[in-house]
């Protein structure tokens, strides 16, 4: 609401007002860009509870579960962990479902051969994670689902290397769209005369922003287009081949510090071995 908008409101409530009104939302939204100690206590708590959830996940995925019993687990554990519950709605989706950015029927059936990405959050005190992981339903990668993998987990790694306080939005987004793109022309998916053309030939294959802040709100939105020390984010290199069958997308949350970034959801599982090992142990 404006102040126009607040001001005729309170004239059709016959309130009457001694001084000018003052939307908070432009002093909120500054506010909410960097974060408290306290809020980063309780972000943490969000992306450690979400990370209860991948544990229990790990353990039951198998060709002929449905997406929704996985849901299922994810609400229970979210809620014995004293999460407000998810922070958004659960992508949890099995083969070319992937590719789907706000998929959210869960209603399929995983099957042997497909991958499964699960992008979840729990809300803590209001306080909300964005997490992604990506599992091969029958416990190992094949070998293309693997080498497509490896390069989104690369261009993650190389990301949160890279990032520094001072950093632009825009730098972020061409050091992940470099990598992306290179990964792409290995993969056969782009030519190098294509790239060169069109620095954005690889839009088709991540159709979606590197990042975004978050906290009370999943998005939480910021005008300001460099990373400061306290802002709390989240980001998601991502590679989609639909004709493949592929979507891999991995996300992690951060900390921007004085001297980098630090990855708020440790210990979740993101090696192609670890995720081998811990899914033919269940
Ligand atoms: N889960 C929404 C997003 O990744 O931005
Ligand atoms: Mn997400
Ligand atoms: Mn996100």
């Known amino acids: 609401m404006d102040e126009k908008q607040e001001h005729n409101l309170a004239a059709s409530l016959n309130l009457k007002i001694s001084k000018p009104i003052t939307a908070l939302k432009q002093y909120s939204k500054v506010l909410r860009t960097t974060k408290q100690p306290v809020e980063l206590a309780l972000l943490k708590r969000a992306s450690q509870i979400t990370a209860k959830g991948f544990e229990r996940l790990i353990k039951q995925i198998r060709a002929g579960v449905f997406e929704y019993e996985l849901e299922g687990t994810l609400s229970k554990c979210f809620i ?8 958004y709605p659960p992508i949890i989706a099995s083969g070319v479902s992937g590719i789907l950015l706000h998929y959210q029927e869960n209603n399929q059936m995983l099957r042997s051969g497909d991958l499964v990405l699960v992008d979840i959050g729990a809300s803590y005190s209001n306080y909300k994670a964005d997490i992604t992981r990506v599992f091969p339903v029958s416990g190992r990668f094949t070998s293309r689902q693997a080498q497509v993998y490896q390069i989104v987990l690369d261009t993650l790694r190389f990301l949160i290397k890279s990032i520094e306080p001072g950093m632009s939005w825009d730098k972020l987004e061409t050091l992940c769209a470099e990598q992306i793109s290179r990964g792409l022309v290995n993969l056969g998916l782009l030519s190098d005369s294509e790239l060169k053309r069109s620095p954005k030939a690889y839009k088709p294959f991540m159709p979606h ?34 004709k493949e069958g592929i979507a891999i997308r991995l996300e992690e949350n951060m900390l921007i510090t004085e001297q980098g970034c630090k990855v708020m959801s440790e210990g979740i599982p993101l090696e192609i071995q670890e995720i081998e090992a811990l899914m033919s142990n269940k």
């Not at 014995?80 to 922070?87: I, K, P, R, V």
């Not at 300001?224 to 980001?235: C, F, N």
């Open 80 to 87: 014995e962990h004293q999460a407000d519950g998810f922070a």
């Open 209 to 242: 922003r590197v990042g975004h802040l978050i906290g009370l709100d999943v998005h939480e939105s910021t005008e300001e287009t460099s990373l400061r020390p306290g802002m709390a984010l989240a980001i998601e290199p991502a590679i989609y081949i639909p």
